[in-house]
Structure formats: structure tokens, C-alpha cells
Nanobody
Framework: VQLQASGGGLVQAGGSLRLSCAVS????????MGWYRQAPGKQRELVAD???????NYADSVKGRFTISRDNAKNTVYLQMNNVKPDDAGVYYC????????????????WGKGTQVTVSS
């Protein structure tokens, strides 16, 4: 199972960026997918996640600016980042809570390698 994130880069404060993360490999079901970020010297924190029925959950710091969505047919999660602020800079990691087989008792977490978001002010 691999999670491949893309879409990071340099963005001006107030600008927009769209991140994508695709899950590949033999899986049974993805329970939830999400985005985390880690700024230098800080702990990794949840940005947003979305469960299988499409209900999103956001960190307070990004509510109203970021939108998470998923395409279940493509096993892909997106993060639309609008009105980006300097504090949004960091490495963004996607994660998926998934099962590999129908017989799996519980889901396991898988992580992508991260994509860098740099914000210029």
C-alpha cells in the first residue's frame, strides 16, 4: 500500500493550493483519509480528515479556508487550501485508515511521505 501526495509548492500568502493524495495497492476499504502538517520545531498536527461517508473534520485554524474532499472511486483525498497564511507552511502528510482484507478486524494507519508547502509573505 502506498500513499502518494502531490501538489505542494510555493504559494503567496492569500493564495491557493490544492493537494492530492492517492492510495494505491491492494486494499479492501478506506475508513478515513486525512491531512496532517508539521512545521519546523513543531509537532505534527491534524489539518483535516474525512470519513467514508464524506463527513469532514477540520482544525480550528483552517476552518473556512481549507476544504477536504475524497473521491472514493479513485481512492484519492484532496485538500483545497484557500487564503493561505504563513502559519500554514510545513510538510503536509496524507494518511489513510484502511483495511487490506474483508477479514481484517480493524483498520490500520498508513502514511505518505509528505509534500512541502512554503508560504511567502
Amino acid at each position: 500500500v502506498q500513499l502518494q501526495a502531490s501538489g505542494g509548492g510555493l504559494v503567496q500568502a492569500g493564495g491557493s493550493l490544492r493537494l492530492s493524495c492517492a492510495v494505491s495497492g491492494s486494499i479492501f476499504r478506506i475508513e478515513s483519509m486525512g491531512w496532517y502538517r508539521q512545521a519546523p520545531g513543531k509537532q505534527r498536527e491534524l489539518v483535516a480528515d474525512i470519513i467514508s461517508d464524506g463527513r469532514p473534520n477540520y482544525a480550528d485554524s483552517v476552518k473556512g479556508r481549507f476544504t477536504i474532499s475524497r473521491d472514493n472511486a479513485k481512492n484519492t483525498v484532496y485538500l483545497q487550501m484557500n487564503n493561505v497564511k504563513p502559519d500554514d507552511a510545513g510538510v503536509y502528510y496524507c494518511a489513510a485508515d484502511l483495511t487490506l482484507a474483508e477479514s481484517d478486524y480493524e483498520a490500520s494507519d498508513y502514511w505518505g511521505k509528505g509534500t512541502q508547502v512554503t508560504v511567502s509573505s
